[in-house]
Every structure is written in C-alpha cells, then in structure tokens.
C-alpha cells in the first residue's frame, strides 16, 4: 500500500483536512508524494462517535 505523508495526502485528495482527522504512523516513513522521511497517514479517523457506533454497527 503507499503511504503519503498530510500534505501529499490533502493534494492527491483535494481536501484540506487537519491531522486531527487521521491516524497517523507513530514513526516516520517514506512519503511515497514528496519522496521525504515524515509521519505518514495510516487511516481517516471514524467520526461517527462511539454511539452511533454501538447503535450502527454492534446493535444494528
């Protein structure tokens, strides 16, 4: 899988989301956009809350 760093992300992605919106990795990686060693994103966080969570996907 390729991994982008935020800034490359945003830009593939046409968004302009804060790193607050992402799990980023917890070490620097390779930032397959920039070609630099940064933080890269892992996945977008579920905004959903945890019970719309409970109610959609344990209880639903």
Known sequence: MAEFCLEC????NG???PESKYVMSKE???CE??????KVV???KDD???LNWLIQDFLG
């Open 33 to 38: 956009g920039c070609w630099e060693l940064k």
């Open 9 to 12: 992300w945003n830009k593939i």
């Open 48 to 50: 959903r809350g945890f």
């Open 28 to 30: 620097v990686g390779f």
């Open 15 to 17: 968004t302009n989301k």
């Open 42 to 44: 892992i996945k977008e």
